[in-house]
Nanobody, 124 residues
């Protein structure tokens, strides 16, 4: 089993920054990638960023590329998401997820464990 706990959400003005953190515990050695997704009000959950175990390699949604950066600290078993230049459309609940198997990292169905989510609200 794996447990994921997100932290760092909050309220920020447009143009501001936030750093989200995901603490992983349990059988984390089985992870091939760790990702961040988000769900905005009235919308489906969408991919934000992912970092692979090997490499590591990072991938980002077009909507956040150049503004968000995903980091991994293997010693601490954490994955952070640094969010700069925040926009009101970034308002959402952000979820950390762990992927153990194959399949595209862009799709939530390929992830095996999820955190409870943390709210990010960007005011205009």
């Amino acid at each position: 089993q794996v447990q994921l706990v997100e932290s760092g959400g909050g309220l920020v003005q447009a143009g501001g920054s936030l750093r989200l953190s995901c603490a992983a515990s349990g059988r984390t050695f089985s992870a091939v990638a760790m990702g961040w997704f988000r769900r905005a009000p009235g919308k489906e959950r969408e991919f934000v960023a992912v970092i692979t175990r090997s490499g590591p390699t990072t991938f980002y949604a077009d909507s956040v590329k150049g503004r968000f950066t995903i980091y991994r600290d293997n010693a601490k078993n954490t994955v952070d998401l640094q969010m700069n230049g925040l926009k009101p459309e970034d308002t959402a609940v952000y979820y950390c997820a762990l992927k153990q198997g194959s399949g595209s990292a862009y799709y939530e169905r390929n992830y095996d464990y999820w955190g409870q989510g943390t709210q990010v609200t960007v005011s205009s």
